[in-house]
């Protein structure tokens, strides 16, 4: 296959089998939390009409000063709530409230306060879902999709705004894929089980990882997908996911 640059700095991936300290306390919830209340007026403004695409992530984060992370979760929480709706390789649209149906919504069962026994299942279900994603992914990866994916960890590097330190929380580099995948299915399980992830992680008040390993461990996948190496890709994505309840019950002890 064709030679690609990874990301300076993470060249190199060592995944030690001694603990590393990952969770980290939300210290900026009001950031986060200024965030959501800013998304949530706008996508309510009378300007908005039901259908309407909102400006992209980009130009939202602009004119919050924020990080597009942050502006990528609150949305995420958005759509949870049945706000907004975020259409594959298209942008996020103003829902139409008023024909909601009360789906039956993962995001639904997150109590107002996550124990450790819920974040368990989570997890698990979790890195069921995001290993049959990756999985198919490597079956059929293409150099160009390859390509995109360093472009995307390359940028999220870059992220150095209020609220970067919920990178932790980013599933971009995941969702990626599972749009690349072209299961439209799966790739709505996939979204719900990424809201229904950052609600429960925020009302936790942790943050299970921080962003050096976040990018660290996104690195390992993308070279073991670039090597099509199945085996690897199981064995990281299922790791990457479950070290969050595995660092969480270590802080936590």
Request: charged share 25%.
């Given at each position: 296959?064709?030679?690609?640059?990874?990301?300076?700095?993470?060249?190199?991936?060592?995944?030690?089998?001694?603990?590393?300290?990952?969770?980290?306390?939300?210290?900026?919830?009001?950031?986060?939390?200024?965030?959501?209340?800013?998304?949530?007026?706008?996508?309510?403004?009378?300007?908005y009409r039901p259908g309407d695409r909102l400006p992209p992530e980009r130009e939202l984060a602009g004119r919050l000063?924020?990080?597009?992370?942050?502006?990528?979760?609150?949305?995420?929480?958005?759509?949870?709530?049945?706000?907004?709706?975020?259409?594959?390789?298209?942008?996020?649209?103003?829902?139409?409230?008023?024909?909601?149906?009360?789906?039956?919504?993962?995001?639904?069962?997150?109590?107002?306060?996550?124990?450790?026994?819920?974040?368990?299942?989570?997890?698990?279900?979790?890195?069921?879902?995001?290993?049959?994603?990756?999985?198919?992914?490597?079956?059929?990866?293409?150099?160009?999709?390859?390509?995109?994916?360093?472009?995307?960890?390359?940028?999220?590097?870059?992220?150095?705004?209020?609220?970067?330190?919920?990178?932790?929380?980013?599933?971009?580099?995941?969702?990626?894929?599972?749009?690349?995948?072209?299961?439209?299915?799966?790739?709505?399980?996939?979204?719900?089980?990424?809201?229904?992830?950052?609600?429960?992680?925020?009302?936790?008040?942790?943050?299970?990882?921080?962003?050096?390993?976040?990018?660290?461990?996104?690195?390992?996948?993308?070279?073991?997908?670039?090597?099509?190496?199945?085996?690897?890709?199981?064995?990281?994505?299922?790791?990457?996911?479950?070290?969050?309840?595995?660092?969480?019950?270590?802080?936590?002890?």
């Open positions: 296959g064709a030679c690609h640059s990874f990301p300076s700095g993470l060249s190199t991936v060592h995944m030690s089998n001694s603990k590393i300290s990952t969770l980290h306390p939300i210290e900026r919830q009001d950031v986060f939390q200024k965030v959501l209340a800013s998304l949530d007026e706008l996508v309510t403004d009378p300007v000063g924020v990080s597009r992370t942050l502006v990528r979760q609150a949305l995420k929480l958005l759509e949870a709530a049945g706000k907004v709706v975020s259409r594959m390789g298209s942008g996020t649209y103003v829902a139409d409230m008023t024909r909601r149906t009360n789906p039956c919504l993962l995001s639904c069962t997150v109590p107002n306060t996550v124990d450790m026994a819920y974040l368990e299942k989570l997890v698990d279900l979790r890195s069921l879902v995001e290993e049959k994603i990756f999985l198919e992914f490597c079956a059929r990866c293409t150099e160009g999709q390859i390509d995109e994916l360093v472009r995307l960890l390359e940028e999220n590097m870059r992220e150095d705004l209020p609220g970067s330190e919920l990178m932790g929380l980013d599933m971009s580099f995941e969702e990626k894929v599972g749009e690349f995948v072209g299961n439209d299915l799966l790739y709505c399980v996939q979204s719900q089980l990424h809201q229904t992830w950052i609600m429960a992680w925020t009302r936790y008040g942790y943050v299970p990882e921080s962003q050096e390993v976040l990018h660290t461990e996104h690195l390992g996948l993308l070279q073991a997908l670039h090597a099509r190496d199945k085996n690897e890709v199981s064995r990281r994505i299922v790791q990457h996911v479950k070290r969050a309840h595995e660092e969480c019950g270590d802080y936590r002890a």
